[in-house]
Each structure stands twice: as C-alpha cells, then as structure tokens.
C-alpha cells in the first residue's frame, strides 16, 4: 500500500510538470502558429429569405363594379337631298333615310302636326347620349407571380368580368314608344289624307328585335407589387401596372322595324306599294383598349407554401362608350317609278309618277357614330383568393 501511494504521487508530480511552463522558455513561437478564433460573422448562418419559394400562383373570385360616366359628344346624320323647297302649299320635302330619327321625324311631325295628330317620339335623346351601361356582377381570375426580394414582386394577371353591358332603362323605353309611335302616326296619317280614297288594304306594323344586354371583358396585364410586412402572418402590400382591356361576347342592339302598305288605285290598274323602314342601334363599351392598374390588399399566411389574399383592383382608362346607327329603307312596288311623299297644308299622300322621289329614299346608313363617350371609365374587382408557392 504504501508502494502503491508512492507512484499515485509521483504520477501527480509528473503531470503538473508536465503542464507547467518552465520559467526562461519562450512560447512566442507556439503562440504564432494557433490559429485565430473564426470572426463572429462567419459563425452566423445568412438571413433565410421572406419565402422559401420565390413564385406564386392565385386563382381569386369577387364582385365586379364600374363607373359610367355619361360625358361625350352626339350627332345625328345630315339633311338628305331636297325634293321640294318650301312653299305657301307645299314643302319643303328632303329625302330621308329613316323616319325614326332626326330629319325623318322632324318631317312627319311636322305633317301630323297640321291636322293635329298624333307625333312620332324621335330616337334621338337616346342615340346622342350615353345609350348602356355596366351593371355589377362576378368577376375571376388568375396570378402568376415572381419574388424579386422580400418586398418586392412582379405579377401578371388575367382575368373575366362578367358584368353585364347592357341599354339602360331610358334607352328601351325610348325604343318601345317609337315602336308604337310609327303605328299610331301613320295610320292617322293615311286615314286622315285627302288621298285616303285612292288606297285600299292598308297595313301598319312596327317591331323591336334584338338583344338588349351582353358583353363581358377580359383584363391582361403586368403589375409590380410592394409588400409592406414580408416576413408577418398579414402581409399588406400595394402594386401598380398596365394592361390591356377587351370586349368579348355579343353587344347590345335593337332593331325596330316600320312598314306601311297598301294598294294605290289608278288608271291602269291597282298598284302594291310597301315601304320598310330599318334601324339598327349598337351599344358599344369601347373595344379593346390600354388601361392602368391600381391595386391593394393583404395576404394571410396559412403554411410555408400557401395563403389567402383580399384584394381591390382598380382599372382606369378613357371613357370610349359608343352608340352606332344603322339604316335602311327599302321600297317594293310593281311601278318602280311611283315615289311617295307628303304635302302638307292640308296632309295629302302624294303619288307622284316618276318625276319625284319618295321621302323615304335616302342612302342607307351604316356604322354612323351618334355619341362617343369622353372622360375617364374606372372599373373595380373586389375579389379573395387562395395562392400557392412553388
């Protein structure tokens, strides 16, 4: 035992000795080749950035609204040719390519008001003026979007507004009453003329035909966005782009439809004569068209790789609502030759052989602009969506 307490101790003697520097020695040299301890910032990893995954997708639903502002410019077609200048029993008589709007009515009218009967309401209130409007309705779409930092990103959207383009309430109502109106006034008309005994099996229709609502739009365009709180479970963010807006689907449009005839009693034999009177009116929303793009919302993180985001998106763009005009008149008789026009002071229906038109035989009209809108359109989308990362 006392051997064995011995060599315990000469082992603690030797391993102090061991680590103990001897006084004179010189550990400069040892003290040069350690190596440094690694800088503080080498020893922390990089920040992670906000996402994992720099792209997106979102599909989104919502509720579609629009502005309709009724600033613009109207007009009606020209004077047609004169017939007959005015005089104390007679005139003035101008051909006339319908006689639903402007010279047209304002010809009749003018007959009718000599006997005091009934006058035709013109069309054209509602063709110089805004004529349809975009009500509210579903609006979807979709986003692909590319993390370009932890604020900011790019995104490009499509989406369909299916918010019915459609004639307002003034419009068809106009519509309906000149539709009745062209029955009332021409048969008052002819029955009251001094020529009424020449004629016999007169006829006078009017119809209205066509769809008074439709169009949905499709919206591209490219956004850049700025997210205010990247790394936070609401996510607040920003963006503003451009794009491009286009109509699709049917347009809105109404044609009314005015026919008198009878058989003209001559010399030579009765003769049919029919007169038809076509107009065809189109409410347009603009055509496709450069907009700008207002937007902001939030995003709700519900894992690493997806969320929920709300959002209004606002689309500015000139206002270019049209109203375009169609007409055509036609004339069917066996005498080619025979033309009818009105003399007033008193109203008689003349048949003339030949040497004068009739009033209804103006140029056909096509694609006449009668009110193109001005001013700024703003559509909105207040939709929610659920997007993912990958």
């Known amino acids: 035992m006392a051997g064995l307490g011995l060599l315990s101790v000469g082992g603690i003697v030797n391993a102090q000795s061991r680590l103990a520097t001897p006084s ?40 579609g609204l629009s502005t309709n502002p009724t600033e613009g410019a109207g007009q009606l077609p020209g004077l047609g040719n004169v017939i007959l ?10 051909t006339v390519s319908s006689w639903f709007f402007g010279d047209g009515t304002a010809q009749l009218n003018s007959l009718a008001a000599t006997r005091a009967l009934p006058q035709l309401p013109a069309l054209d209130a509602i063709l110089t003026s805004l004529g349809a409007t975009r009500d509210a309705g579903g609006t979807f779409g979709f986003t692909i979007g590319r993390d370009l930092s932890a604020h900011w990103a790019i995104d490009f959207d499509v989406d369909a507004n299916l918010q019915a383009w459609q004639m307002t309430s003034a419009a068809t109502s106009a519509i309906e009453s000149t539709r009745a109106g062209f029955v009332n006034t021409f048969q008052a008309l002819f029955q009251t003329s001094r020529s009424a005994s020449s004629f016999t099996g007169l006829a006078v229709t009017a119809t209205a035909t066509g769809a008074t609502s439709g169009g949905s739009q499709v919206a591209a365009s490219g ?11 609401l996510d607040p963010f920003i963006s503003i782009g451009a794009g491009l807006l286009a109509d699709a689907g049917s347009i809105p449009s109404q044609t009314l439809t005015g026919d008198y005839q009878f058989t003209f009693a001559t010399s030579a034999g009765p003769i049919p004569y029919k007169q038809t009177d076509t107009v065809t009116i189109h409410a347009l929303d603009g055509g496709s068209r450069l907009v700008g793009i207002l937007g902001f919302g939030v995003d709700k993180t519900l894992s690493a790789h997806s969320g929920l985001r709300f959002a209004v998106r606002l689309t500015v763009a000139s206002n270019r609502a049209e109203t375009t005009l169609d007409a055509s008149p036609t004339t069917q008789t066996s005498s080619p030759q025979l033309g009818l026009f009105f003399e007033s002071s008193p109203t008689t229906i003349i048949i003339n052989n030949g040497s004068l038109p009739s009033t209804l035989s103006g140029p056909p009209v096509a694609g006449f602009g009668t009110f193109v809108g001005r001013g700024i359109k703003i559509e909105s989308a207040i939709t929610a969506g659920y997007f993912f990362r990958f």
């Open 85 to 94: 200048p005015a005089t104390p029993g007679i005139g003035p008589a101008r």
């Open 24 to 63: 004179g020695v010189d550990v400069s040299a040892r003290e040069a080749v350690a190596p440094d301890p690694l800088p503080v910032s080498a020893a922390r990893p990089a920040p992670a950035p906000a996402h994992g995954k720099p792209w997106t997708f979102e599909f989104r639903g919502g509720l």
């Open 223 to 233: 956004s850049l966005k700025y997210r205010l709180r990247p790394r936070a479970k």
